[in-house]
Nanobody, 122 residues
């Protein structure tokens, strides 16, 4: 019954900002780790940011200093804010849950959203 729905993507000029949302049903985000991934055409899906049940946060190097992952327990929603967007941020962004943290960081879980497109123009 787990369902994740991403929203907030769109077309933005370089230097702009977006706030992506991942709303969950059938699972409680406050009790689970959540990861944001992205995939551009012809490229592998990569982990962008993650937050553990305890609030541990990690970012990939390419978005450090520009991205903020956060959780609103009351809304059962996790957000990914990206500032100073660059063309290389263009991708479909997915949220994932059901994973956990190991010594390697966030380990992908079984549940995915449908994705939301982010396009950054130069």
């Amino acid at each position: 019954q787990v369902q994740l729905v991403e929203s907030g993507g769109g077309l933005v000029q370089a230097g702009g900002s977006l706030r992506l949302s991942c709303a969950a049903s059938g699972i409680t985000f406050s009790a689970n780790a959540v990861g944001w991934y992205r995939q551009a055409p012809g490229k592998q899906r990569e982990l962008v940011a993650s937050i553990s049940r305890a609030g541990l946060i990690n970012y990939t190097d390419s978005v450090k200093g520009r991205a903020t992952i956060s959780r609103d327990s009351a809304k059962n929603t996790v957000y990914l804010q990206i500032d100073s967007l660059k063309p290389e941020d263009t991708a479909v962004y997915y949220c994932n849950t059901g994973g956990y943290y190991s010594y390697r960081g966030y380990v992908t879980g079984d549940y995915w959203g449908q994705g939301t497109q982010v396009t950054v123009s130069s």
